[in-house]
């Protein structure tokens, strides 16, 4: 069985020769789910070239997860996770949505801007948090995203006006095909 790093070391040439950069590999029970991105976006024939080229190298280096796995090759979409400290410090001067671990001192669940970002921490500034801005250990995050400013993008149009709202129009987006599936188990099963 693989480790997110062995995937990542194999799949970053795949996405290099596509244009792409690797933006996150993450290995969730039966699923291996690798992020990719360009800028001016990715496009779905882009998404499937590049989704059976990492297939094909992860099945010579037999490097994938052990026993049968997903696939799934994706673009960030509008509101990008954040799992990583270059994620983190990529995003300074962006607004965030975090969720803390449980056990973790204040508000498990906030939001702000990233003021600054280093290899262990990043400084979280807004309205809403104790003295104006909050200090958070990335090994305190459960779960990290970027958070899109609909009204900005959408100034002079009915923009969303409830976190609820904005949420639906993200997952819209990404139903509306940002994310290409890759069934490896099915593959090698046909081509046995």
């Known amino acids: 069985m693989g480790t997110s790093n ?35 976006g990715v496009d779905l024939d882009t998404l499937g070239r590049v989704s059976k ?19 799934e090759v994706s673009s960030p979409g509008l509101e990008r996770r954040l799992r990583r400290p270059d994620h983190f410090q990529r995003f300074v001067g962006h607004d965030v949505a975090v969720k803390t671990k ?7 669940r906030f939001e702000g801007r990233i003021a ?7 400084i979280v500034t807004g309205a809403g948090l104790p003295e104006g801005g ?7 995050i459960e779960r990290a995203h970027t958070v899109f ?28 095909g940002g994310t290409t599936h890759h069934d490896v188990g099915r593959e090698m099963t046909e081509t046995a």
């Open 134 to 140: 909050r200090r958070i250990n990335y090994r305190d």
């Open 6 to 40: 062995d995937v990542e070391r194999i799949a970053a040439p795949a996405c290099e020769c596509a244009g792409l950069e690797l933006v996150d590999v993450e290995i969730r029970s039966g699923n291996l789910v690798i992020t990719v991105d360009r800028e001016g």
């Open 149 to 176: 400013d609909w009204r900005a993008a959408l100034a002079g149009s009915s923009a969303p006006t409830t976190r609820s709202d904005r949420r639906e129009g993200s997952e819209a987006t990404r139903a509306s």
């Open 53 to 71: 080229a990492i297939s094909t190298a992860l099945d010579h280096e037999d490097a994938g997860p052990s026993g049968h796995y997903e696939l």
């Open 116 to 122: 600054t970002a280093d290899e262990r921490s990043m």
């Open 102 to 108: 449980a056990g973790v001192e204040g508000d498990r």
